[in-house]
Nanobody, 130 residues
């Protein structure tokens, strides 16, 4: 397993920015597909962004141009820079990794609601007002 811990959530006004971080445990090898997901109350979980081992990225249409995913394997950390936040971005944000290999969020071809990701953090709340 690869324990993942998210941080950086909070409450900001519309138009503001937040940077989420997802850090794996000190002994984890993190060269996997990793991604950010979110779930708002009463809605299904959706994929926000993914990044593979070659730094190829994928984004939901709703966040393209506003959010940026990046990773620093030396720090075992994946980031989600969120700019131009909107009230509809309000949700619990989760970090996930695929230890088992494709198909997954990065490769596509997944066939379940977990997007092929098999390790999940507990989430960090993002609330946008305005």
């Amino acid at each position: 397993q690869v324990p993942l811990v998210e941080s950086g959530g909070g409450s900001v006004q519309a138009g503001g920015s937040l940077r989420l971080s997802c850090t794996a445990s000190p002994f984890a090898y993190v060269n996997f597909c990793m991604g950010w997901f979110r779930q708002a109350p009463g809605k299904e979980r959706e994929a926000v962004a993914g990044i593979d081992t070659e730094l190829h990225t994928t984004y939901a249409d709703s966040v393209k141009g506003r959010f940026t995913i990046s990773r620093d394997n030396a720090k075992r950390t994946v980031y989600l820079q969120m700019n131009g936040l909107k009230p509809e971005d309000t949700a619990m944000y989760y970090c996930a990794a695929d230890v088992g290999g494709p198909p997954n969020l990065c490769s596509g071809g997944y066939k379940d609601s977990s997007y092929g990701m098999d390790q999940w953090g507990r989430g960090t709340q993002v609330t946008i007002s305005g």
